[in-house]
């Protein structure tokens, strides 16, 4: 299990309040929506061709590229692009991830957080308007939406942190 993108002591820090479990889960929500570990790690991968992406952001450092055979390949790396002279099946040990965590992706798991914690019961029964005397509530699409995954907000930071890769699929005949 990965460790959370953010600890109780951070969501103080900017005057809100999060539980662990709920830091956790917001993480989880984090981690699906960008297909990203986020926090540092390491990745044993296969690609294929003469210029690999490597799928897990930033990349920090590459180990070893090895072809089938179990042979080194020379390789160079630009940002997360992996380049080498020779294609085929490679396997690439590499590292990524940041080892402190960006303030913006904390204050945003914090958030993501304190919100996991309150919400609105009539909001979580998929009510979308309540009144009572002369007051009235309505909850939009997206505070509904915002229960069971990101808010529409918070998915834009994310997209612009860490953007969709290009994905490319190789058809053999």
Not at 73 to 85: F, I, Y
Not at 98 to 123: H, K, M, Q
Not at 141 to 160: H, P, Q
């Amino acid at each position: 299990m990965l460790p959370p993108l953010a600890i109780p002591s951070d969501a103080s820090l900017i005057g809100i309040t999060a539980t662990e479990q709920n830091l956790r889960r917001a993480s989880t929500r984090v981690r699906a929506y960008t297909k990203q570990q986020i926090s540092a790690g390491t990745s044993l991968i296969t690609g294929y061709g003469t210029a690999i992406a490597l799928p897990q952001r930033p990349t920090r450092s590459v180990q070893s590229v090895t072809d089938r055979d179990g042979y080194d390949v020379s390789w160079e790396l630009d940002g997360n692009m992996l380049s080498t002279r020779r294609g085929g099946y490679l396997t690439i040990a590499y590292s990524h991830g940041f080892e402190i965590i960006p303030d913006e992706i904390v204050e945003l798991v914090c958030t993501i957080a304190s919100r996991l914690g309150n919400i609105d019961p009539s909001a979580a029964a998929g009510v979308q308007q309540e009144s009572g005397g002369n007051e009235s509530v309505g909850f939009g699409f997206d505070s509904y939406n915002a229960i069971t995954e990101l808010a529409t907000g918070e998915k834009r930071v994310l997209d612009r942190l860490f953007p969709k890769l290009a994905s490319t699929v190789v058809l053999r005949p």
